[in-house]
């Protein structure tokens, strides 16, 4: 069973065109993340969700917009989607509390053309 | 606001050479401190964490991190890499963001390993 899982893995794309990336994790965590890594590996974090409800929001374009239903899925949806938004996109989850350590997906491809 | 630097962007080391990848942190309180590996095509995975305690901490895969305080480093070592341990490595410092963690990754350092 995989802990966190993210979907699509690969996802090539228009500009100007709305997709999602859907993620879920099976183990129970509290807190879920979004974060973007670039071409140079650099990872940035975009969104947090605590208990389905917003608790960090980086500075990031008001294209994208999270979701949290519950607290095991967190969705990313991007509006009108341009060429810098290529890049992975990883979602990862935490149980609460400080010092817990994050477990990742797999990680979406998304390369906009 | 905290801050980590991975001096190193790419090392290359021998099978069976011992290892050292750096890592300096910035953060005004005590920090906890994170070593994650990423292969080609996988999200990250957790190695170790530091948060109080033994400086000296253990990991998985035979890794392990001192912390020192006094030079705000977190450097993670291995006495013999094996080739499976090519791979990106991100050192990370976690600190509280309103009551909860907020985790801030280095650039990473990329490691090969030759026969």
């Known amino acids: 069973d995989t802990a966190v899982s993210q979907t699509p893995k690969y996802l090539v794309t228009q500009m100007g065109n709305d997709k999602s990336i859907k993620c879920e994790q099976n183990?129970?965590?509290?807190?879920m993340y979004w974060y973007k890594q670039d071409s140079k590996k650099f990872l940035k974090i975009m969104f947090s969700?605590?208990?389905?409800?917003?608790?960090i929001n980086e500075t990031v374009p008001n294209r994208f917009s999270p979701k949290s239903p519950d607290k095991a899925h967190l969705n990313l949806h991007i509006n009108s989607l341009e060429l810098g938004d290529s890049a992975v996109y990883f979602c990862?989850?935490?149980?609460?509390?400080?010092?817990?350590?994050?477990?990742f997906g797999s990680g979406t491809r998304l390369t906009v053309v | 606001a905290q801050s980590v630097t991975q001096p190193d962007i790419h090392i290359t080391v021998s099978e069976g050479a011992s290892l050292e990848l750096r890592c300096n942190y910035s953060?005004?309180?005590?920090?906890?401190l994170f070593w994650y590996v990423q292969s080609p095509g996988q999200g990250l995975q957790l190695l170790l964490k530091y948060f109080s305690g033994d400086t000296l901490v253990q990991g998985i895969k035979g890794f392990e991190a001192e912390f020192k305080r006094s030079q705000s480093s977190f450097n993670l070592r291995k006495p013999s890499v094996h080739w499976s341990d090519a791979a990106e490595y991100f050192c990370a410092v976690g600190a509280n963001s309103g009551g909860y963690q907020k985790v801030t990754f280095g650039t990473g350092t990329k490691l090969q390993v030759i026969p």
């Open positions: 969700y605590n208990n389905k409800e917003l608790i």
């Open positions: 990862a989850s935490s149980q609460g509390g400080q010092g817990s350590g994050y477990t």
């Open positions: 183990l129970g965590h509290d807190t």
């Open positions: 953060y005004g309180a005590t920090p906890y």
